[in-house]
């Protein structure tokens, strides 16, 4: 490849774990407040599928209002964790051209919007959505896990340009989760069907799991994810599973699993 990582703030330092074949296709996952991307990268790893590219951003440190102003990582400012709480809407807006530049920098280097997953856990799933709903550029999919849709009071005007309308999108949300109310995540799937084709939004829930994660499986099989189905290059037929497991500050693992079927694609 001939991009330069430095002329992208966030792939600078994010950790990537690449390919063992040609790359032509990529998942951009962001951590949750406090976390880095290091815990992801090592789940990749046992999971990585040849021709995809795994990149896991570590979020800026900042001063965080509702931890007493500690520095942290933390995509944005967070005030509060309802959804009438203020909201840093400059931070959050900022971080989403983060997040785009991201995928532009992969798109100069060979692997187009289409073929980018773009998924994260609690503050880093409400980035996803976010950067998805106001990204011009169409990608083949969403997972936001735990999490909640930044800014929601501007939508749908804030989507007017989207290219994310008809993009498969997949929340999971555990139903005793005492920080992110399983209710705010239904509210943002309510909210998400008013802005893009509405038979595009899965909204999963899971008995008993709060805000961390558990070992259970999560089968999305009828979620259609399939702008990122495609033969391996290497020309092998296979239905390729991911298992993107997801935690958060220490907690054990939440998996969810979405599946590559052996769909061809146009690269």
């Keep these: 490849m001939c991009g330069n990582n430095m002329s992208v703030p966030l792939l600078a330092e994010a950790v990537t ?52 102003k500690m520095n942290m990582p933390s995509w944005f400012d967070l005030m509060g964790l309802s959804p009438e709480s203020p909201e840093d809407e400059a931070g959050i807006k900022r971080a989403a051209e983060n997040i785009k530049a991201i995928i532009d920098h992969e798109a100069k280097n060979g692997i187009p919007p289409h073929r980018v997953l773009l998924g994260g856990f609690s503050q880093g799933g409400a980035l996803s959505l976010y950067t998805a709903l106001t990204c011009q550029q169409q990608l083949a999919g969403v997972v936001g896990l735990s999490c909640w ?70 089968s999305v099989e009828d979620t259609d994810l399939s702008p990122l189905t495609c033969h391996s290059p290497t020309g092998n037929s296979h239905d390729y599973p991911i298992e993107t497991y997801c935690h958060n500050l220490g907690h054990t693992t939440h998996l969810v699993t979405d599946t590559f079927s052996n769909h061809s694609c146009e690269l």
């Design 149 to 218: 849709l930044p800014l929601h009071k501007t939508f749908p005007q804030a989507a007017s340009g989207s290219g994310n309308k008809d993009t498969p999108i997949l929340q999971c949300h555990g139903e005793m989760d005492p920080m992110i109310p399983v209710q705010f995540g239904s509210m943002t799937a309510e909210k998400l069907k008013t802005i893009v084709s509405p038979q595009k939004i899965t909204f999963r829930t899971y008995p008993g799991l709060m805000h961390s994660s558990c070992p259970e499986v999560g």
């Design 17 to 68: 774990v690449s390919g063992t074949e040609k790359e032509t296709a990529a998942v951009i996952f962001l951590h949750g407040l406090g976390d880095t991307g290091h815990g992801w990268a090592d789940t990749m790893t046992s999971i990585r599928l040849p021709y995809v590219k795994y990149i896991c951003p570590h979020a800026p440190r900042i001063p965080v209002t509702l931890n007493m």
